[in-house]
């Protein structure tokens, strides 16, 4: 294809367990998402986009380095007191636009891991986003629901006061400090499993913390400060091509909308987060138009996983939901291996040079290194990126053939519009989150474009179908699926 003259700035917004059904664009319709809206109906839409992952830290894994996440052990959900799980020697997409000369940024959630072992959160903590292509990094840690509640800039903690240093740790607590499971009266937000440790600004959370007053981030206001954190970064680099990854934490737990959401969608505090991610994605546009950029940037917008509505808190998203459904037509969520697991909202938008369409191409994740490399005009090391970069933009049908997704270190197979789920000993049902697992102890086969709930399995009225899969995705994972497997 032919290179445009000046190299377009790319960011990457990422969301945090939003569904295939969340958005008005994909079809909600007890929820409005405008500002969102924009970069499916004016870009390219993809109905079959994937994260390579049902859960947030393999995903994320995938998407910055272009490898299935399942190749590596580590790359599973991560305490925030975990060593980084990408090597500094890996390819990064980062690193990829660090080729072409691109100044590189991520604001917001990372939960990749950071130091390599027993982090000294008083420290410069190392290495982290920096030492893997990001030239800049304001991040949290992991996630919202896990200590250290504080925001890490350029790998210091912020506002740190030295004479109250930070210590964390995933368990024991600290003497004297209070936690959601023995100081319930303190907690604002009802733990209902695994949430139940220190308490921060009324909220119980994962993993114990004491120190680092100073520090500690307002969860209401987390929206707006990584807004302004990624609105300065454009006005600060907008006169050089820069690669921005802007990883938003909704609609993941706690759900904590700032007041001016609190009750705007009626579904409870999840769908008040998503409409509060769509507002600061509004803002986020309106900066890029006002700087200047808009016309040369391309967007892809992405979330890392499926939806989830019980993940830890009491929060009224199961009393709320009414009519609304998550994973729209799709089966399954968050942790499954049924597809609203890891099929997603997936968008590209490029104004003025991409042409609004909706396309059926099979797109993930992992193909943003290879094809972002075609794009900006530079080689990036093989992996299992794919470059799809034509799809991408619209300009052919064609993506990948075939995909290996992965949910709690199982894994399925897609090839065209067929997947394939090996047997695996487990529970049908997540107990805790109420999303069905995708496990089964029989083979599963189901043909997506006739059944895209994943109601009808064809494992045994197909058989020659179920084995050429079999036999290929045997061939890619390097294991034998005959027999059930734990």
Known sequence: MAKDPVKPNVVVIYLDDLGYGDLSSYGATEISTPNIDVLANEGVKFTNGYATSATCTPSRYGLL??????????????????PLIITTEQETLPKVFKKAGYQTAIVGKWHLGLGAGNVNWNQHIT???NEVGFEEAYILAATQDRVPTVYIDNG????????????????????????????????TLKWHHGHNNSIVNGIPRIGYMKGGEAAKWTDTDMADHFLKKAQTYVREHKNKPFFLYYAL????VPRTPHPRFVGKSGMGPRGDVILEADYVIGEFMKTLEKEGVLENTLIVFSSDN????????????????????????LRGGKYSLFDGGTRVPFMVYWKGIIKPKVSEALVCQVDLVASMADLIGVE???????????????????????????????????AGDWVMIPPYKGAKMSWHSFVESGINQEFQLYNLEKDPGELNNL???????????????????????????K
């Open 459 to 485: 494992a045994k009225s197909e058989p020659k179908k179920l084995q050429k899969m079999l036999t290929k995705f045997e061939s890619i994972r390097g294991k034998d699926y005959s027999n059930i497997k």
């Open 249 to 252: 934490q909704q609609p993941h």
């Open 306 to 329: 499926g939806p989830v509505l019980q993940d830890g808190y009491y929060d009224d998203a199961m009393e709320k939901i009414g009519d609304h459904t998550p994973a729209g037509k």
């Open 65 to 82: 380095t272009g490898v299935y996440p399942w190749r590596n052990p580590k790359a599973k959900i991560l305490p925030g007191s975990a």
């Open 127 to 129: 290495p982290g986003p």
């Open 156 to 187: 210091y903690v912020d506002g740190l006061d030295p004479k109250d240093p930070i210590s964390v740790s995933y368990k024991k607590n600290f003497e004297g400090e209070p936690t959601g499971k023995d100081n319930p009266e303190l907690t």
């Open 380 to 414: 990036a090391d093989k992996t299992d990126s794919e470059n799809i970069l034509s799809a991408f933009l619209g300009k052919s049908k064609k993506g990948r053939k075939e995909l290996v997704l992965e949910a709690g270190s199982k894994t399925s197979y897609r």
